[in-house]
């Protein structure tokens, strides 16, 4: 369950979003989520099996805080930059780029999960066929697949691909700070507005 | 990756663009009461499918109304609310997909446990249904006065060459990504082909928007303005990023005993690995 990285973005969209008003101001809040997103994630690939609640805890709810500060904030990029005319096209295209990461990640984080605890098993049971542990074996049912006493280097196994995945996450959030450097600063307020009551 | 989870990906990453256009150029009430209804229309499919690949193209067609719906739903609040307000609805919108994201996987297991994983898909309809009543009866955009314009024009505007390039130059690269290294290796020809085709198609569509420009699908102007071009870097990499973690529709897959995907998606391995992890504490391995 990903309830404290969910907290985290609530939390942060909510306080982004009145702080936005109040100051006028997204690119702070976009360069904050960099910088915080970063940090979650590069805690989260340094977890270990035996890392207790808390750590589990504050790292996701860390890199929640990071995501909601400037993930959804970015729209206001294209309401504020661009005439009233190009709004849709421009919310559209930055949407289409949340979508398209989304979907790259999905096939990477399984690519580089897979290979890594396909290494990382080779490395300690040579003989050990490893698409019997892949396939449709989720780790709940690892135990099942695994006699108990290899379970500790399956799961240190386990860890370290899970850590690899993270590192490619942590390192995609560094490289958003070549984003956010360049977002201009540019206020919400005394635009032109272009709505009409309703 | 399961095909329950991609096709909607594929529908929703295809279209994402063309609503842009479709709001720029048609009734932004009229676009988006569409999309809920595609959407609708799509979870009812799902819901009912009596086969795998009925369930499959349900999630297709649900895709390609969600690509409207999450699109709209900013759009219509940008002709609604004045811009120094809109950051806090935008933090709305923000955490009712937090919110939901947490609800929805618990939502769609208390169904599958208790009821049937169909429900995962019919509640879509009676939640869709109050927000199509509550648009067609309070949404009033303004519109703006178009020129009457002939058919042949209007369609021009939506940049169909555009598009027909685009579509299968994504399809070609989200289906090379879920075969490449898992399905078949990425030696394999079948998942170089379709790189190659991804990269030439992409190479003309690109070609098309410089040309076609304010015609264009994206046109060069918008995307090179400087907020705009270094936002889409900033939004692009900040998503790779979370979706190590984003929930999806696995769960739900996984609990459909005769529709169960070929294999689990990374974020259920994930998590389930966390909790193995984390409700094991006696394996504390010297590292």
Redesign the interface.
């Known amino acids: 369950?990903?309830?404290p990285?969910?907290l985290g973005?609530?939390f942060m969209?909510?306080?982004?979003?009145?702080?936005?008003?109040l100051m006028?101001y997204?690119t702070p809040f976009?360069l904050m989520?960099?910088i915080v997103?970063?940090l979650g994630?590069g805690l989260l690939s340094t977890?270990?099996?035996?890392s207790g609640?808390p750590m589990?805890i504050g790292y996701?709810c860390l890199?929640g805080l990071g995501?909601?500060a400037?993930?959804?904030?970015?729209?206001?990029?294209?309401?504020?930059?661009?005439d009233i005319?190009?709004?849709?096209?421009?919310?559209?295209?930055?949407?289409?780029?949340?979508?398209?990461?989304?979907?790259?990640?999905?096939?990477?984080?399984?690519?580089v999960?897979?290979?890594r605890l396909i290494a990382n098993l080779k490395a300690v049971f040579p003989g050990l066929d490893p698409s019997s542990l892949?396939?449709?074996?989720?780790?709940?049912n690892?135990?099942d697949v695994v006699p108990p006493e290899y379970?500790?280097?399956v799961?240190?196994a386990?860890?370290k691909a899970?850590s690899s995945?993270?590192y490619?996450?942590?390192a995609?959030?560094s490289?958003?700070v070549?984003?956010?450097?360049?977002?201009?600063w540019?206020s919400?307020?005394g635009?032109n507005?272009?709505?009409?009551a309703? | 990756?399961g095909w329950y989870?991609?096709s909607y990906?594929l529908t929703?990453?295809s279209v994402?663009?063309l609503?842009?256009?479709l709001?720029?150029h048609f009734n932004i009430k009229v676009v988006y009461l569409s999309a809920i209804a595609l959407f609708e229309l799509g979870s009812l499919i799902c819901g009912a499918a009596p086969t795998s690949n009925a369930l499959i193209l349900g999630r297709a067609i649900a895709g390609l109304g969600s690509?409207g719906v999450?699109?709209g739903g900013?759009?219509i609040i940008?002709?609604?609310?004045?811009?120094?307000?809109?950051?806090?609805?935008?933090?709305?919108?923000?955490?009712m997909?937090?919110?939901a994201?947490?609800a929805g996987?618990l939502m769609g297991g208390a169904f599958t446990d208790h009821l049937s994983w169909r429900w995962c898909f019919y509640i879509n309809l009676p939640i869709g249904s109050i927000t199509f009543a509550g648009i067609v009866l309070f949404?009033?955009?303004?519109e703006k006065e178009r020129a009457p314009m002939a058919l042949r024009a209007r369609i021009l505007q939506l940049d169909p060459l555009g598009t027909v390039i685009f579509l299968p130059a994504i399809i070609c690269l989200?289906i090379a990504?879920?075969w490449?290294?898992?399905k078949y290796p990425w030696s394999d020809s079948r998942v170089i082909v379709l790189l190659v085709v991804f990269a030439v198609l992409i190479s003309i569509f690109i070609i098309v928007q410089i040309y076609n420009k304010d015609n264009a699908?994206?046109?060069p102007r918008?995307?090179s303005?400087?907020?705009?071009?270094?936002?889409?870097?900033?939004?692009?990499?900040?998503?790779?990023?979370?979706?190590?973690?984003?929930?999806?529709f696995g769960d739900q897959a996984n609990s459909c005993p005769s529709c169960?995907p070929?294999?689990?998606?990374?974020?259920?391995?994930?998590?389930?690995?966390?909790?193995?992890?984390?409700e094991?504490?006696q394996?504390?391995?010297e590292?």
């Open positions: 369950m990903n309830l990285l969910l973005v609530v969209a909510m306080i982004a979003g009145f702080a936005i008003t006028g997204y976009i989520s960099t997103a970063a994630m977890l270990k099996p035996e609640h589990w996701e890199f995501i909601g400037g993930l959804m904030q970015t729209v206001l990029i294209a309401q504020t930059v661009l005319d190009d709004t849709p096209t421009g919310t559209a295209a930055l949407i289409f780029f949340q979508t398209l990461g989304g979907a790259i990640m999905i096939s990477v984080a399984q690519n999960f897979q290979n892949l396939g449709n074996t989720g780790a709940t690892l135990q379970l500790t280097q799961l240190i386990y860890n899970l995945t993270f490619v996450g942590a995609m959030a490289l958003s070549f984003g956010s450097l360049g977002i201009e540019k919400v307020k635009q507005d272009h709505v009409v309703v | 990756m989870a991609s990906l929703t990453c994402q663009l609503f842009g256009k709001y720029t690509a999450f699109n900013v759009i940008s002709r609604t609310v004045p811009l120094v307000r809109r950051p806090i609805y935008v933090g709305i919108v923000g955490s997909y937090g919110i994201s947490v996987p949404l009033k955009t303004p989200l990504l879920q490449g290294g898992t699908t994206v046109p918008i995307i303005q400087r907020s705009m071009a270094f936002g889409s870097w900033y939004i692009f990499s900040v998503s790779i990023s979370r979706a190590s973690f984003l929930t999806d169960r070929h294999s689990s998606s990374p974020y259920t391995i994930f998590r389930s690995g966390f909790k193995l992890l984390r094991h504490p394996f504390t391995p590292l």
